[in-house]
């Protein structure tokens, strides 16, 4: 089995709970991906939608990526991550998820 990342809108829910996430070593790898791409800023967060599930979800949110990029950044992380790891891949855009991303997480990612 191998890891999966999804390209995922949220829906603009107040239920949504959003944690920043630090993980050196995950985030210096996205690094490298997301320069390649010229991906403006990555961010990386857990992320709890009552409507999906209990368990938190594994969120890149990324500025500057079109769908091309997003498509070829998807690919490239799902290479990066352990197998039976779930990724959601979103272009921040001008919600309450990105603003709150933007808020409570610091990119680990600046062009």
């Known amino acids: 089995m191998s890891s999966t990342v999804h390209s995922t809108h949220y829906a603009d829910s107040p239920d949504l709970a959003l944690a920043a996430l630090r993980h050196p ?3 210096q790898a996205l690094a490298a991906a997301c320069a390649e ?9 857990a992320l709890r939608d009552p409507a999906i599930g209990p368990q938190p979800r594994l969120l890149l949110a990324v500025e ?3 769908v091309q990029v997003q498509r070829r950044l998807a690919a490239l992380v799902a ?3 352990p197998d039976e790891v779930e ?3 979103i272009e921040l ?3 309450n998820l990105s603003r709150a991303v933007r808020e409570r997480c610091q990119a680990f990612y600046n062009a």
Request: overall charge negative.
């Open 25 to 27: 070593p995950l985030e």
């Open 79 to 81: 290479e990066l991550l």
């Open 64 to 66: 500057g990526a079109n």
């Open 93 to 95: 855009a001008d919600d």
């Open 87 to 89: 990724l959601d891949l």
């Open 37 to 45: 791409l010229s991906v403006q800023q990555a961010y990386l967060a």
